[in-house]
């Protein structure tokens, strides 16, 4: 491909044609021809007959450049078309693939022994999990409520001791 474009490249400097931009000029000048090609240059066979001055020649030398820029241009887009339907086709032949290997892997998951064995050993681990946080949230909630009750002791106790001093004092 890379081959393809340096032709084109080199075809397109060889007839004076470039990537670069020029300023537009919408001057017509006097001695520009319309056309690239005059119905009298073309023969009733459709052959192009030969140049005689040097305009025509540069005319006739761009033609041909652009008409090989143009054919080269053309087989490489049929090339990239043809290469485009040839990935698509084996994209399609790989989904296939993919999906009838996943269909095969789910029906063996669901058919094979050790799997269903091992199946039932995480449903039960699973459920033995949740009871265990079940239990942890219990504890927590009752751990929570011992922790006030001592603090309840401790603050009862201090005032107890301390009323016992006031009476204590008092007497």
């Not at 919408?26 to 119905?39: C, F, G, M």
């Not at 761009?62 to 043809?82: A, K, N």
């Not at 094979?112 to 091992?118: K, V, Y």
């Not at 942890?136 to 009750?149: A, P």
Request: glycine content about 2%.
């Amino acid at each position: 491909m890379d081959d393809r474009r340096v032709k084109v490249r080199e075809i397109a400097s060889a007839v004076g044609i470039s990537n670069e931009q020029r300023p537009c000029n919408n001057k017509v000048q006097p001695d520009t021809k319309s056309e690239l090609i005059d119905r009298d240059d073309v023969s009733d066979s459709g052959v192009m007959s030969l140049p005689t001055s040097d305009d025509e020649h540069h005319e006739f030398n761009l033609m041909v450049g652009l008409e090989t820029l143009y054919s080269v241009l053309s087989e490489e887009h049929l090339g990239l078309q043809i290469t485009l339907k040839e990935v698509t086709r084996r994209l399609r032949q790989e989904e296939c693939k993919r999906r009838d290997l996943e269909a095969r892997l789910a029906a063996t998951k669901h058919e094979n022994p050790i799997n269903l064995a091992l199946a039932e050993r995480i449903q039960i681990l699973e459920q033995s999990e949740a009871k265990l946080r079940r239990e942890n949230i219990d504890l927590r909630d009752e751990n929570d409520l011992l922790e006030f009750r001592i603090l309840e002791m401790d603050e009862n106790s201090l005032q107890s001791k301390l009323q016992k001093y006031i009476w204590f004092v008092q007497q």
